[in-house]
C-alpha cells in the first residue's frame, strides 16, 4: 500500500485558500487518491476523489500531476467550520481493498 | 449519500465486561466493512476488514479474540470488546465500502464513531 506524507499542522484565517499537498511516491498504477476531513469525536468525511489531472466538486479541487507522485487539496476561502484534520489516502478501488490512514494534516483556520 | 451509524455513540463500562458496538449502513448493502480505532490526537487505525458471510481478517497485532467481529448481513457488522480493560478506551470508528462504481473509483463511508470508556 502507498505510503502518504503530509504536512502535521497548518494554519490559515478565514477568507484565505489553503492547499495541502500530500506525497505518494509508491502510488499505484490502479490507485485512486482519496481525501477525507475529520472532526473531533466524529468519522472522516469524504471530501474528493482523483487520479489524474484536477478534479472538482462544490468542496474542493483536487490537482493531481502527471507523475501521479503527490497531490494537492485546495480549499477556497475557508471558514473557522474548516478547522479539522486532513486525511490523503490511496488506495485500489473494489470492495476488498482497504485504506490506511497516515498522520493527516491538522489545519486551524483562525478569525 | 451514503449513510452509515454506528450504535451506541458512547458507552462506559466496568473492566472486564464486554462491550457490543453495531455498525449499519443504512441505505445501501455493504459487503465489506472495516473497523478502526482512534486514539485522541492520532491517526486512524485500521483493526480489521469485514467481509458478510466470512471470517474477518484482522491486521497486525491486533487480538481476534479480543476484538469479535460478526458481519451476519450485508447492512450489519458488530465489534464486541470482550474483558474489555482501560486500555481498551478508545474512539471505534466503522466504515462501510459502496458499491462499486466503476467509473470514478469507489470511497468508504464512515460511521460517527463509538466513545467507549472502561473504567
Known amino acids: 500500500l502507498a505510503k502518504t506524507t503530509q504536512p502535521i499542522s497548518m494554519d490559515s484565517y478565514e477568507g484565505q485558500e489553503v492547499n495541502i499537498t500530500c506525497s505518494h511516491n509508491n502510488i499505484a498504477t490502479n490507485d485512486y487518491i482519496t481525501w477525507y476531513q475529520q472532526f473531533p469525536s466524529q468519522g472522516p468525511r469524504f471530501i474528493i476523489q482523483?487520479?489524474?489531472t484536477k478534479v472538482t466538486n462544490e468542496v474542493a479541487s483536487l490537482f493531481i500531476p502527471a507523475d501521479r507522485k503527490s497531490s494537492t487539496l485546495s480549499l477556497p476561502r475557508v471558514s473557522l467550520s474548516d478547522t479539522a484534520v486532513y486525511y490523503c489516502?490511496?488506495?485500489?478501488?473494489?470492495?476488498?481493498?482497504?485504506?490506511?490512514f497516515g498522520a493527516g494534516t491538522r489545519l486551524a483556520v483562525h478569525p | 449519500g451514503a449513510v452509515v451509524s454506528q450504535h451506541p455513540s458512547r458507552v462506559i463500562c466496568k473492566s472486564g465486561t464486554s462491550v457490543k458496538i453495531e455498525c449499519r449502513s443504512l441505505?445501501?448493502?455493504?459487503?465489506?466493512m472495516f473497523w478502526y480505532r482512534q486514539f485522541p490526537k492520532k491517526s486512524l487505525m485500521l483493526m480489521a476488514t469485514?467481509?458478510?458471510?466470512?471470517?474477518?481478517?484482522?491486521e497486525q497485532g491486533v487480538e481476534k479474540d479480543k476484538f469479535l467481529i460478526n458481519h451476519a448481513s450485508l447492512t450489519l457488522s458488530t465489534l464486541t470488546v470482550t474483558s474489555a480493560h482501560p486500555e481498551d478506551s478508545s474512539f471505534y470508528i466503522c466504515s462501510a465500502r459502496g458499491p462499486y462504481s466503476g467509473t470514478a473509483g469507489d470511497e468508504q463511508f464512515f460511521g460517527p464513531g463509538t466513545r467507549l470508556t472502561v473504567l
Open positions: 489516502l490511496v488506495g485500489a478501488s473494489g470492495g476488498y481493498n482497504k485504506l490506511i
Open positions: 469485514s467481509n458478510e458471510g466470512s471470517k474477518a481478517t484482522y
Open positions: 482523483g487520479y489524474k
Open positions: 441505505d445501501f448493502q455493504a459487503t465489506t
